[in-house]
């Protein structure tokens, strides 16, 4: 049965909710919180790793990895043995309090320095690519675990293939079976609720616009910039290619057990913990009769506007998607299945008035 890869939220209660589902999740992710620590989300808030470990000791038994999944950080990071030192000391405390198993990272410049900084540290940590590293093959796939074995991290014992192997069966399967054969003992996982465009054209601008805002070289705007010029402005001018997105609906995760073991799912910068929860739910159960666009990480807004019944999606939604030849512009299915299913919701300003 497909276990899950969650986001880790530091409230109480949610850290009680994984608790109570443990026997279907492998691990937890979650950020440093620390502004030598940068990770692929704006960061709003920082706190100290003992802070941390105190809520994920609420959830003993799973795997933990910490974020360190920035595109890139400062080149000048690198080699400040403080900026270096300060992360080394929130893993080494994690791991103290048996809260950490390994890190989720993005940038092999950084995973190298805090090697060469802290080897008997990095000895006991898995290092497990970004799947903003795209791994859709076994060449790339052989490359980023030799190119960890050249550090003093362990070697991962999972690893997140591209976004749009879900949407691509064939290769799916192709990949899956060679990972196996190859790797038998790696699990993997696959990202299933992020939600943007097939093959987004701008995320690596994306990711380095957020790199720069958590590096405090420029305020937080890539909503604004994706509103004006990117993914968000597709979607507002071609809504139907929501549908091109490859994410798994809860419906169709089982269809990808034979070839993978663990569903990864986002959602860790929606404010706090009802997203990932309601999220979890979703997928725990199979199924959600709600709009398909509130389950999405990176679409929401655009449920705002529209409501995709996502129960009432046909049944020759996910083999027509997942095997098609991504020749959209031979073909009308998705703008077709708009058509019939969304449902444009009127315009309306929200109340923000305190009830009397």
């Known amino acids: 049965m497909l276990q899950f890869d969650v986001p880790f939220a530091p409230e109480e209660s949610y850290a009680d909710f994984l608790r109570e589902n443990a026997s279907r999740i492998y691990s937890l992710y979650f950020s440093l919180y620390s502004p030598k620590a940068l990770d692929a989300r704006a960061r709003f808030e920082t706190r100290k790793p003992e802070d941390l470990a105190a809520l994920l000791s609420r959830v003993p038994g799973l795997r933990k990895f910490a974020l360190l999944n920035s595109r890139f950080n400062h080149p000048a990071w690198y080699f400040d043995a403080r900026s270096c030192a300060g992360v080394v000391e929130a893993l080494q405390a ?103 465009l097939y093959q987004c ?19 937080d705007n890539t909503h604004s910039i994706n509103k004006k010029l990117g993914c ?40 706090d913990a009802a997203f990932p929860a309601m999220v979890l739910g979703a997928y725990l159960n199979r199924t959600y009769g709600g709009n398909l666009l509130e389950l999405t990480d990176s679409m929401e807004w655009l449920g705002e506007k529209v409501h995709i019944p996502n129960q009432d999606l046909p049944g020759h939604f996910w083999q027509t998607l997942a095997y098609c030849n991504k020749d959209c512009g031979s073909c009308n299915y998705c703008k077709d299945l708009y058509e019939a299913y969304a449902v444009e919701k009127e315009f309306s300003i929200p109340d923000f008035r305190t009830p009397q």
């Open 94 to 196: 994690l791991l103290d309090n048996n809260c950490l198993d390994g890190v989720v990272f993005g940038d092999f410049y950084q995973l190298q320095a805090l090697s060469d900084a802290a080897p008997e540290l990095c000895s006991q940590l898995e290092a497990v690519p970004s799947v903003n590293f795209s791994p859709d093959s076994l060449e790339k796939i052989r490359v980023l675990i030799s190119e960890i074995s050249m550090t003093k991290f362990k070697a991962p014992q999972k690893i997140v293939l591209d976004r749009a192997l879900n949407r691509n069966m064939t290769k799916l399967k192709k990949v899956s079976a060679q990972i196996r054969e190859k790797y038998p003992e790696m699990l993997i996982e696959l990202l299933a609720n992020e939600g943007c």
């Open 201 to 219: 054209p701008f995320k690596p601008a994306h990711d380095a616009l957020i790199a720069f805002c958590n590096m405090g070289l420029h305020p």
């Open 232 to 271: 968000m402005r597709h979607l507002n001018e071609h809504p139907h290619h929501l549908f091109s997105s490859p994410l798994i609906r809860p419906e169709d995760a089982g269809r990808y057990e034979q070839t993978a073991d663990v569903i990864k799912l986002c959602g860790r910068n929606k404010g």
